[in-house]
Antibody
């Protein structure tokens, strides 16, 4: 069955960096675009970034462009989100989600990022 | 890209219907047939309920239906059940990006 498992979250100081991972299984990873979506505590969903199935196209929300970088390693069925210059407002649960024809059909359970001094 | 606008809350008694609106612009909802809806229970990941405005994935009850008119999409939950109590989010293409709605908490009275 399709599974997405995020990891790498934790507590980091403002201005710091963190690298999130998303391990995929149960499907041909290289055939799918994958997204990162976040949810601040008690708030709604916010689309963060996406990477195309072949890794050549990357898209970012204005709020993270220039600070976050999405990448993938198809040999290990993994998605990554490198987060630099972190701010308090980046505190959120970060989900990876599979793109299937303009919708998110499978989601991971999320990894929590807390930016605090 | 601004979030799509949803009412903060909606409610209904068991067996009744509730409709949630999702208002965007011609650059997202109005210009796209790729509007989807997600259900999220507390502490859980979102779950796809409706895609391409009105299509239901396998396993989603036909009590859930979607529609769109102009820049506003809608999700209707008929025959409300206790398990339907959750947060609901719409989502749309917005060029190369995606945008979510502000979310609606559905309460079953």
């Amino acid at each position: 069955q399709v599974q997405l498992v995020e990891s790498g979250g934790g507590v980091v100081q403002p201005g710091g960096s963190l690298r999130l991972s998303c391990a995929a299984s149960g499907f041909t990873f290289s055939n799918f675009a994958i997204h990162w979506v976040r949810q601040a505590p008690g708030k709604g969903l916010e689309w963060v970034a996406a990477i195309s199935s072949d890794g050549t196209n990357k898209y970012y929300a204005d709020s993270v462009r220039g600070r976050f970088t999405v990448s993938r390693d198809d040999s290990s069925n993994s998605l990554f989100l490198q987060m630099n210059s972190l701010r308090a407002e980046d505190t959120a649960m970060y989900y990876c989600a599979r793109d299937w024809g303009a919708l998110f059909d499978y989601w991971g359970q999320g990894t929590l990022v807390t930016v605090s001094s | 890209q601004s979030a799509l606008t949803q009412p903060p809350s909606a409610s209904g008694s068991p067996g009744q219907s509730v409709t949630i609106s999702c208002t965007g612009t011609s650059s997202d909802v109005g210009g796209s047939n790729y509007v989807s809806w997600y259900q999220q229970h507390p502490g859980k990941a979102p779950k796809l309920m409706i895609y391409e405005v009105s299509k239901r994935p396998s396993g989603v009850p036909d009590r859930f239906s979607g529609s769109k008119s102009g820049n506003t999409a809608s999700l209707t939950v008929s025959g409300l059940q206790a398990a339907d109590e959750a947060d609901y989010y719409c989502s749309s293409h917005a060029g190369t990006k995606r945008v979510f709605g502000t979310g609606t908490k559905v309460t079953v009275l």
